[in-house]
């Protein structure tokens, strides 16, 4: 196993993505927690796309990539918590429209300009490759804030994902909470878009928490475990994509699903028991 | 102490108007008891007092009072059928109002939660999941939460839905004892009458047009709607 790794890690960009993966792998698992059990996982998924266009856009106009989509990623993920709350059925009907329309404009302005080329690509199935050093520095410096900032507010966090209206009866500030939620959210989806890809990016945020759930009772433990099994997901489908040649962000998934089918069976068992 | 102040309040969803124009003052130590028929506005006018609804017209003023010192039972809370949560987090949560930014809890925000959960005799529960407890412990967990957020003023929105007979004579002796031993007001939906007669200070009969009003309990029993309701005529 070690020799695997030191094996691997003789490749710098494998070491910047390794680094750059668990961290966002670890801060989209416990944004997810909440997200998941407040049923907004249709949010991951409309900012990635929103985001890819967003990148896309910005390569093709030749704009600096990140700085033109965390500004639209934060408007979006205001635009999209207000949508949801407004309304449970048209709400996710909105947030569909808005992921799908932006992902044409993105998809238009690349064709009209570029053409859909390699950096394109890689920000549409991801690629490790294309991690640099500046992107593995803004990794780990945004999912420090994204941690330092859950830890802070873990308890509310809990509070308002529980029962929101208990919440606002004692005086939280829900839509702050909701709000930063969203927006920490965008981020880390603009982070880990480059290596995972924008199409299987909400995946990492979905799947750790959903999986936890199957087993877990607490709502530390699924957080603790989320951020574990993403985590080691992550790191296991980078040597699996290292040694059979399969795209990374798509083999992490497929890591992920297996490890969904696993917990859910544990979790059938145990009923059972 | 007045503690919470409405004037001329109107409340309702968009056009519809569910409570109109009423007043009322809370002082600390009253025990408001809101009764009446399914669907005429009782928990409606609990959100409004809460400040979770904000009133079509009029205005809902706290006085002697912040956000953070109010109790809140709600009526049903809109959870996921598998929401992964222990007893004892959710309890605990209830502490949260008066935590500032760094929101961790204390060893008196432990304490305190404790103390609820063995008042409410849940204590043997605290680290069961929420989501496999009877219908009548998920209401004593919830209880127990509003208990830890309550410092000046406990809101109930039919606390005994739903406890076996023990439980819910028990819960009432509580809240009373609450009420006269720590000067706490309690605003309570019930449709329990006795218990209403017997420990509320005033009642508010909740009715299509308009809510009445009745300064002490024996004014509601001696009014017609008092009657009706009492007797089931
Ligand atoms: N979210 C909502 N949107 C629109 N109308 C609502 C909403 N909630 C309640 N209503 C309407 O307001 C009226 C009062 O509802 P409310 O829940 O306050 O009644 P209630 O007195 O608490 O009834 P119950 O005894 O069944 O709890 C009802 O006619 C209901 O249809
Ligand atoms: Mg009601």
């Known amino acids: 196993m070690f020799d695997i790794i030191d094996n691997i890690l003789q490749y710098p960009f494998i070491t910047r993505a390794l680094i750059v993966g668990v961290f966002v792998s670890f801060c989209a698992a416990l944004l997810g927690v909440s997200l998941v059990l407040k049923r907004y996982s249709m949010i991951g998924d409309g900012l990635s796309h929103v985001g890819f266009s967003a990148l896309s856009i910005a390569v093709a106009m030749n704009w600096a990539p990140i700085i033109i989509s965390i500004p639209v990623i934060i408007l979006t993920a205001i635009l999209l918590l207000h949508f949801s709350e407004k309304n449970k059925i048209s709400g996710d009907a909105a947030i569909a429209l808005i992921s799908t329309s932006s992902l044409a404009l993105g998809i238009i302005a690349v064709s009209i300009t570029s053409g859909i080329n390699v950096d394109v690509f890689n920000y549409m199935f991801g690629s490790i490759l294309a991690i640099s050093q500046s992107d593995l520095i803004l990794s780990i410096v945004i999912s420090t804030i994204v941690l330092i900032l859950f830890i802070i507010s873990y308890n509310k966090i809990f509070a308002i994902t529980f029962d929101e209206n208990f919440a606002l009866a004692i005086g939280i500030n829900v839509k702050f909470y909701k709000m930063l939620l969203a927006i920490l959210t965008g981020i880390m989806i603009v982070v880990g878009m480059k290596i995972m890809g924008a199409l299987l990016m909400s995946s990492l945020i979905i799947f750790p928490t959903l999986s936890s759930t199957r087993v877990c009772k607490q709502f530390k433990s699924v957080a603790i475990n989320s951020a574990i099994i993403s985590i080691m997901s992550f790191i296991i489908g980078l040597i699996f994509s290292y040694f059979c040649s399969t795209p990374t962000g798509a083999t992490v998934v497929v890591v992920d699903l297996l490890i969904f089918i696993i917990y859910s069976l544990i979790g059938v068992f145990k009923q059972k028991v | ?233």
């Open chain 2, 1 to 233: 102490m007045t503690l919470i102040k409405c004037n001329n309040v109107t409340l309702g969803y968009s056009s519809n108007v569910i409570v109109k124009d009423f007043s009322l003052t809370l002082s600390s130590g009253d025990y408001l008891c809101i009764l009446g028929e399914n669907g005429s506005g009782k928990s409606t006018l609990l959100k409004g007092l809460l400040g979770l609804k904000s009133p079509l017209k009029g205005n809902i003023s706290f006085v002697g009072l912040k956000q953070n010192e109010i109790g809140y039972l709600p009526q049903r809370i809109n959870i996921q059928k598998d929401f992964p949560a222990s007893v004892y987090e959710i309890v605990l949560s209830g502490c949260l109002g008066c935590l500032g930014v760094l929101s961790f809890y204390g060893k008196q925000q432990k304490k305190i939660a404790l103390e609820n959960m063995e008042l409410l005799g849940i204590r043997n529960l605290q680290n069961k999941s929420f989501r496999e407890l009877s219908g009548g412990q998920q209401q004593r967990v919830l209880l127990a939460r509003a208990l830890c957020a309550t410092k000046k003023i406990l809101i109930l929105d039919e606390p005994c839905a739903g406890l076996d007979p023990i439980v819910a004579k028990n819960l009432y002796k509580i809240i009373k004892k609450i009420n006269t031993d720590k000067n706490i007001a309690i605003i309570m939906v019930s449709h329990d009458i006795g218990s209403a007669i017997s420990d509320s200070n005033m009642i508010i009969h909740m009715q299509e047009d308009k809510p009445m009003f009745f300064k002490t309990p024996q004014e509601y029993c001696e009014s017609l709607i008092g009657k009706r309701f009492l007797g089931g005529i």
